[in-house]
């Protein structure tokens, strides 16, 4: 790793200082996440990416520098000058030992806890001063494991031969049922944002094959549930000459994949948030809907033949399937118009669940021209407002499958976060829209 941007702040960042030898002279900056004074030794833990204790003695530093570094506080911005110094006392091994340090930004409101604060306000409140919550080492951790995941599904499906592509979010028309869309004005139109990519993919990989899309997508949600956000990122993917199975195959290689990364590249932040035993295993199991219904029976939860899942159901279903599992072959009834059917009236669908958060859904898709249409009337839809997809079939499209998986709710599952909206900045719901 190369990174040195030297300024008039920062020599080297903490993550550098291992390559130095012992009195080595750096300055680094950044802000302080924790204070302590000890009988005329001060201590401050510095975050810059990463974290670096720094230390000073009464007596070894001039007066005036010594009355600086009282003055510090947590979630001050400091610049600090001093010599590494290897020690089994700091938690990296290594830390500096001050000379002097420069005040570069102080908060002139006192923020209402600490960065390692056990007693927290609740996440409503929390998220409403987003900026100083975001300063806290679990959420450093978070947004790291948030990174690593992004950027492991970007290496994974390029690796495998997808390119990614970018689809319009504002639309005309819903693809995933009426009810859960933002209207809005487009100039004298009226328009939607748009619930998911999914004809836009479908389309793309009639054209380039392989494609998957990294992208917020927006559903008017009426509750607040754990796992619903109006706003939330998907990772959408799509592969021509492809069925359901090949779809559920590449989907738990991806999972396995992210899991993989985040325990090789996340091992501080996985300690930190107490997570020892992240682990999946491949094959991961396919049961029907029928068995579940029947599973379901046994476990003396009533659910009728074409009826969602609740979230009792889905609860109890997680104490049964301790690993992410697939819920295959959906009723009709329960699943988009363009998934394709099989005998039984069911779908070549899936959901992934991993305990009781519904992580993916995806299927074979209709590429008969003529069953859509058939399949937008059946669900009461009008096919005029579809015309713009229909007519592409006219061109040809091959046999096609894919998924739409919930990144938000993965990270929150990976992160054992009970609340979605812990692993996303600003989450929107029913009840946020600021900050
Ligand atoms: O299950 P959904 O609605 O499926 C689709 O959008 C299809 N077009 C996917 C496909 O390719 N067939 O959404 C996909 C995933 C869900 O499984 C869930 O993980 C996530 O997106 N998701 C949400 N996450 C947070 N808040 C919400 N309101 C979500 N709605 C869907
Ligand atoms: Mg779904």
Redesign the pocket.
Known sequence: MKRRISSQFRSHYSAELVKLPEGYRVSIAGYVVSVRLHGGVIFFVVYDGGYIQCVAHMDEVDVEVWKKMLEVREYFYVSISGCVSYTERAPNGVEIVMDDVRIVAKPNRIPPFHPYSRKLPSLDKRLDIRAVDLRRPQLHAIFKIRHEVLQAIRRFLVARGFIEVNTPKIIASA??GGA?LFPLFYYDKEAFLA????LY?EQLSAALDRVFEIAP?F?A?EFKTD????????L???MAFADYRDVMNLLEDLIVYIVNSVRRYCIAQLAFLNIGDLKVRKPFRRISYDRVISKLKDLGLEVGWGEDLSTAALRRLAEVYREPYFIVDWPRGL??F??KSKRGGVTE?F??MWGH???????S?VNSKRSLARRIRMQGLNTESFEYHLKVFDYGMPPHA?????????IMVLTNRDD?REVVFYPRDPSRLTP
């Open positions: 693809t995933e859960a619930q998911s990519p999914q993919k997508i559903r949600e796992r619903h956000l109006s706003e939330t990122i998907s959408d993917v799509e699943k988009p363009y998934i669908s959901d992934l958060v519904e992580i993916a859904s995806g299927g898709r894919g998924f739409g998986l919930g990144v938000d709710r993965l979605i």
